[in-house]
């Protein structure tokens, strides 16, 4: 955590280029040195109401969204024209204004479009009587009017802009040179004059504010910025995934377009089907055929891929999902986060799971644990599904782009070649010994794999029990064989997850409390240990990623050695939590929860005071969460 | 050596190369159209000169489904109503490999209806057969889509109120190129018509009418069939959509009064296949993609130059 930081809030309706506007802002600060994190929230329609997103830069790494923020754009609200009086999201073009004013910090700065929102509508909301108590420095700026004269309201984000590196005494170049990358010559001409006239307007201006650019030095390496659906589609482009099959569903989509949008380039195929169980039964279908293939979906989606999930635990044909989780039940809230699906994917599709659950907690684990799913996928034969949240979805975040320059990997795992399989002496009267009880290739449970069209591997995939040969088979003894073999392949991939080492710590080893937590806040539960330790308190913190097989050792070696561990998760009903004590069947009186499942993520903040009140027993003072006490003894 | 090398192999095929060496216990019961299918398709595959290990066979849930026990070929036994979309993908993923889909009338004109229409729609190269019997075979004799009005079973004791699926039609008003019914008791027309789906490029779908005489004893299947090529009161022209339209709703209302007509009703030789289509607009590789992964000369992108160009 840093005291000198920027967090800029541009707002607006949706449709009023408030995503694309704040990237190349984001960028344009990556560029000239600062860590950046950005933070977005949207409602689930298409064009108005009220959305933001924030951009955070510091000099010395940004992990989570932060606290709160200390500069508004807020554009006014271009597609404020519902008609009906009570509509949750705004009638009018001043809610970009009224609705961030909450989370404004003290001495923020308020910029405004004085030409969607008029003076008399500010008079009504006290905003300048507001802005005395807070110590708001607040400019109204006729950003429409600048946008206008230069041929497009639409541009009014721009100008927008310009006021923004004014007063922060910002150089604009980086900017403007992204926007030379991305537009054309007469559209970028007309941009340019708008963010420089909007630029010159706020120089007028006498500037109240202390606040500016964080002090920084120059880039030390290339950065890149990425959200957490790039690092998993380029890492699953990279882990030799040439097969995508998808049905949209917000927010699986961004993974999906995005293969989309590349599968074709990289010799690789994309297929937009009729629902989410064609998606799934696909993937398996090319996987069998001998390709490396991936759907996935989010909850009400990835609900209907539960039966060719279990056929692909059954006929182990490998396959890779991702589940991108928002809040339910049902389509819950489209476009918000929580990790209320962690039981679903571990135990959805009947009899007993035999998968591989893996749960990134930042930009750079997606990438990883993306090509560790499809390598134990592949070499293991079973189906491995990452699970991430909408959060993770859709921020950004800088990583050095020399992270991503990594090999391919074409190697399809367990299929054996057409010589192997002629010098295979397991050959059964034409019919390959595709499920054999005791092959042995290192990996414990694994059975050879030929695929069609190679000769002498004919064998039958099945979704019923069968014997080694791929026959159809309810003989009881063959039953239990095949069970334990299947089910004894976690044991094996245990180990090799435990020499990856997938688990991420935080915090001083020797720390007295612990904090533990799962997936995408992970960032924010680590800024929030480093402020604990800072103002004198002893914590260290775990983000666990494995989820199926669980990482029993590590995890029960990091509650033994604290008093008391918090659980940080966003759901209602403590799932994670619940996950660790079934696993290790013990612990249950050192854990206690802290949830959030209110649609929006945590700050640090949040989980500081979450913490706090936990460890003295106090009721929580924020009613947005909720604590739930250790089980007892 | 190519890493497929049953592709495409020239040779002369016999019957029982695609008989398991080791049969399972045929768990069909005795006298059930479903042998027919078995054999039909195995006359067709030793015909055309293919490989078993050439061959992968998709079937669905249902008596119909354990064609797969019975048929020597690489095999994907998927789940109920699901395997077109497996099939479709294995031969997206590797074009050389001959793809042949089964299942029921239950499985495929059922809970598997929405997959049936998209793949006719997208004119995939396979073949797909249905065995249809009107019944529930594997569950005992529940009504199917392809039951008619009024059948009496356990689930609907007081007789169906529904009418019928019409599968000639629904695959031709979905987009399928290759039309066709046959019968079980029609064991040579049977085996034509599967030889001509299988060398078909693009979808073709074979509604076969199988007995089964443990569950449906009423079944029309038995009646006599009039083979519509054959017989000069038919005359129409199967690769004209609109006449082979108004020829199946004919054949499809007259099953059920008892009169069976089988043959060909609806040819389109100049349609592109889904994997044509799809290779022209650039979104599928030349080369069978499964190929590359055994190829030691092939060029892995890597994605770093994609995403350094975009995203720093
Ligand atoms: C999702 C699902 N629902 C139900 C079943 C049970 N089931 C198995 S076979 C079958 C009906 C099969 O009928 P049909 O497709 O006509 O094939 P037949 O047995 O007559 O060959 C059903 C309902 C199942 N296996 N999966
Ligand atoms: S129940 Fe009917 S369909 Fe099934 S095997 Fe017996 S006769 Fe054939």
């Known amino acids: 955590m840093t005291d000198q930081e920027l967090i800029w809030r541009i707002a607006g309706g949706s449709g009023d280029g408030i995503d694309s506007n704040s990237r190349y802002f984001a960028k344009a600060l990556m560029r000239s040195g600062l860590d950046v994190f950005t933070h977005r929230h949207y409602p689930s329609r298409i064009r108005g109401g009220h959305t933001y997103v924030e951009v955070r830069a510091t000099p010395d790494g940004a992990a989570s969204r932060g606290d709160g923020y200390n500069f508004l754009l807020a554009l006014g609200d271009s ?30 700065i308020i910029v405004y479009d004085s030409g969607l929102i008029d003076d008399e509508q ?34 009014r984000n721009n100008a927008g802009i310009g006021v923004t590196a004014a007063l922060l005494d910002m150089d604009t170049s980086e900017y403007e040179g992204i926007m030379e990358e991305m537009w054309e010559e007469d559209i ?27 002090d920084h030095d120059g880039p030390d390496e290339e950065q890149a910025l990425v959200s957490g659906s790039d690092a998993i589609a380029y890492g699953a482009l990279d882990a030799g995934c040439r097969f995508i099959s998808g049905y949209p569903m917000t927010p699986w989509t961004d993974v999906f377009t995005i293969m989309s949008q590349n599968l074709p380039k990289f010799g690789g195929i994309s297929e937009q089907v009729e629902d989410e169980i064609a998606a799934a039964s696909l993937a398996l279908g090319a996987s069998h055929a001998g390709v490396k293939a991936m759907s996935g979906s989010s909850g009400g989606g990835f609900a209907l891929m539960s039966e060719p999930l279990g056929l692909a635990e059954m006929s182990e044909t490998p396959v890779v999902l991702v589940e991108a989780m928002r809040a339910g039940p049902s389509t819950g809230m489209p476009t918000k986060p929580e990790q209320a699906d962690l039981e679903h994917v571990l135990y959805t599709s009947q009899g007993d799971s035999s998968r591989v659950v893996l749960a990134p907690g930042d930009q750079q684990e997606c990438y990883e644990q993306i090509r560790t799913a499809f390598e134990l996928a592949y070499d293991y034969q079973i189906p491995a599904i990452l699970v991430y949240d909408q959060k993770l979805q859709g921020e950004l975040r800088n990583v050095d782009a020399s992270f991503f320059d990594r090999e391919p990997d074409a190697d399809p795992g367990s299929v054996i070649t057409e010589e192997e399989i002629a010098e295979a002496a397991e050959h059964h009267a034409g019919k390959f010994k595709r499920f054999q009880y005791d092959a042995d290739d290192g990996k414990e449970g694994v059975s050879p794999r030929s695929v069609p069209g190679q000769k002498g591997g004919r064998f039958l995939a099945t979704g019923n029990e069968h014997n080694e040969a791929g026959h159809i088979s309810e003989d009881p003894t063959n039953r239990v064989l095949q069970m334990d073999r299947r089910l004894g392949k976690l044991a094996s991939i245990r180990e090799e997850l435990d020499e990856k080492g997938n688990q991420t710590h935080h915090g001083p080893e020797e720390a007295e409390y612990g904090i533990m937590c799962w997936g995408s806040h992970q960032g924010t539960v680590f800024e929030a240990v480093d402020r604990l330790n800072d103002a004198g308190h002893s914590v260290k913190a775990i983000g666990v990623s494995d989820l199926m097989p669980y990482p029993k050792e590590e995890v029960s070696a990091f509650l033994e050695s604290v008093e008391e561990c918090l659980v940080v998760e966003m759901n209602a009903t403590a799932q994670f939590r619940g996950l660790t004590q079934k ?14 499942y209110n649609g929006n993520p945590f700050e640090p903040a949040e989980i500081v005071e979450g913490f706090e009140s936990s460890i003295e027993g106090e009721e929580l003072a924020v009613s947005n969460m909720k604590y739930v006490p250790a089980a007892g003894d | 050596m190519s890493a497929f090398s049953a592709i495409g192999e020239q040779r002369e095929a016999e019957e029982d190369e695609f008989t398991p060496g080791i049969e399972p216990q045929p768990t069909w019961c005795p006298g059930c159209g479903d042998f027919a299918v078995n054999n039909a398709l195995k006359k067709a595959m030793a015909r055309l000169g293919k490989n078993p290990d050439e061959v992968l066979l998709c079937t669905g849930i249902g008596c119909s489904g354990k064609l797969n026990s ?28 001959e793809v042949v889909a089964a299942g029921g009338d239950g499985d495929g004109y059922g809970i598997g209806g929405n997959h049936f229409m998209h793949t006719a729609r997208e004119n995939h190269d396979m073949t797909y057969i249905v065995f249809n019997n009107e019944i529930f075979g594997l569950t005992k004799g529940q009504t199917s889509p392809t039951s008619p009005k009024g059948h009496k079973s356990k689930t609907q004791p007081s007789g169906s109120a529904k009418d019928p699926v019409r599968p000639l039609s629904l695959s031709l008003a979905s987009g399928a190129s290759y039309v066709a019914r046959t019968a079980a008791v029609n064991p040579n027309q ?20 199988t007995q089964c005489p443990t569950w449906n004893k009423d079944a029309r299947q038995y009646v006599p069939y009039t083979d519509v090529q054959d017989s000069d009161d038919y005359d129409f022209d199967v690769t004209d959509r609109q006449e082979a339209g108004e020829m199946m709703y004919e054949v499809e209302s007259k099953l059920y009064e008892g009169e069976v007509l089988t043959g060909r009703f609806y040819r389109d030789e100049d349609r592109r296949s ?39």
């Open chain 1, 79 to 108: 597609f404020a024209r519902n008609p009906s009086e009570d509509a949750y999201y705004g009638n009018e073009e001043l809610k970009p204004l009224t609705e961030n004013l909450d989370d404004l910090r003290e001495g923020g």
């Open chain 1, 122 to 155: 500010v008079e009504e909301i006290n905003l300048e009587e507001r802005a005395e108590e807070n110590g708001w420095h607040v400019y109204p700026v006729d950003l429409r009017g600048i946008a206008k004269e230069h041929g497009r309201e639409i541009m």
């Open chain 1, 188 to 214: 970028l001409e007309a941009n340019l004059a708008v963010i420089q006239d909007g630029y010159e307007q706020a120089q007028e201006f006498d500037q109240t504010h202390d606040l500016s650019i964080p």
């Open chain 1, 583 to 596: 696993e290790l069947g013990r612990f249950g009186p050192k854990l206690s929860s802290l949830l959030k």
């Open chain 2, 70 to 97: 019975y048929f020597e070929s690489y095999g994907f036994h998927t789940i109920h109503g699901r395997s077109l979309p497996v099939a479709r993908a294995a031969k997206l993923a590797n074009p050389g490999v």
């Open chain 2, 190 to 209: 049977a085996a034509d018509i599967i030889a001509e789906a299988v060398e078909h490029d693009g979808f073709a779908h074979v509604d076969f009418l």
């Open chain 2, 274 to 312: 889904y994997g044509e289509e799809k290779r022209a607009t650039g979104e599928m590789p030349e080369e069978p993609l499964a190929e590359r992964y055994y190829d030691e000369d092939a060029e892995w992108e890597r994605c770093a130059e994609q995403l350094i160009d975009k995203h720093t």
